[in-house]
């Protein structure tokens, strides 16, 4: 057993989905998480920017007793974690999980990826797809305004499903039976997606795919909590719009947020 807590990170508020997946996976696990809500998106960011974010993120978490890192963040899990070979704590991105959940549910082979412009830029879900299965065809398509339309709670309105609409044709026309929504932000716009789609093809929530590969890691290494779960949350701006739209995505009152100088802590 290991009752320290789960360290949770994202861009913003889109880790949310992934802590609510935790939330009802493993009830006993504890969470500190942190939204980088003061420099989002990173997705727009240059490769050494979001690789010293990424770091900076991981760092803050390890001031807190933690037993490893959640990178719920589509383009720190592309960009910077191939990249940081050494953080001093097991970490975990959203890409694997994600990738190997797709392969076993798509039907005919093809498999659509949207995610933030660094992740689709940094090929990472596509590459991994083609070295797992030579018979899959992957179409990747950018959606930079997805992030912002979520972080200020745009998630199934005409807007959103006009730009939804564009985003996604080249998606349907490809008749992808399975599509990677490769930015935990996403989930929140299942229901604009599955409109545009008429639910014709399944949705891969990278969120929900990394909390489940998580409960399999600590259980698998005996280090699963028993204690009573205690939930922290950590933003880098002030934290009065988050409660409003984390509450949202968690489905649950937040009694506290603390917000941090995120550009003060220390990269070991």
Known sequence: MNNKAIGVFDSGLGGLTAVKEIMEIMPNESVVYFGDTGRVPYGSRSEETIIKYTKQDIAFLKQHDIKLVLAACGTASSVALPYIKECGIKTIGVVEPTVKKALSVTK???????????????????????????????????????????????????????????????IIKSEC???????????????????????????????????????????????ESNSQAEYS???????????????????????KINSIDIESVKVD
Do not use: W
Not at 195 to 220: N, P
Not at 233 to 255: H, N, T
């Open 233 to 255: 949350y950590y933003v880098s701006d002030e934290g009065a719009d988050f409660v409003k739209i984390a509450e949202m995505f968690l489905s649950r009152k937040i009694d």
């Open 108 to 170: 005919n082979g093809r498999v659509g990826i949207i995610g933030t412009a660094g992740t689709i830029k940094s090929k990472s879900y596509e590459n991994m797809l083609l070295e797992a299965s030579k018979d899959v065809t992957v179409t990747a398509k950018a959606c930079p305004l997805f992030v912002p339309l979520v972080e200020n709670g745009y998630l199934n309105c005409e807007v959103t499903r006009l730009v939804a609409s564009e985003y996604l044709e080249e």
């Open 177 to 223: 039976d399975t599509l990677i929504l490769g930015c935990t932000h996403y989930p929140l716009l299942k229901d604009a997606i599955n409109e545009i789609t008429q639910g014709k093809i399944k949705l891969i929530d990278a969120g929900k795919a990394a909390a489940d590969y998580v409960k399999e890691y600590l259980k698998e290494n005996s280090a």
